[in-house]
């Protein structure tokens, strides 16, 4: 299955971001991980289908209701990841 990298900006830290992305990701049956970056960003490494992977992407445009997105730059990868086989917020 693929994987993806997404960096999401704005103001999606303090708003249950993280949260909302595990709920869409459980939802999806999507593995992998959220976590906040120093510069404010939310990181999220998603491994599914091409799909699953499109409808996480359109959520995360959209964010929880809290969120601000101002953009969300994705990086597919080609090689293997040691993806968890669940999906966790750090």
Do not use: C
């Amino acid at each position: 299955m693929p994987v993806a990298r997404y960096v999401v900006r704005g103001r999606v830290q303090g708003v249950g971001f993280r949260w909302f992305v595990l709920r869409q990701a459980e939802q999806l049956g999507i593995h992998g991980w959220a976590k906040n970056l120093d510069d404010g960003s939310v990181e999220v490494v998603a491994d599914g289908t091409g799909e699953q992977l499109g409808k996480l992407e359109t959520a995360l445009r959209r964010g929880p209701s809290m969120a601000r997105v101002e953009g969300v730059e994705k990086t597919d990868f080609s090689h293997q990841m040691d993806i968890p086989k669940t999906f966790d917020v750090s």
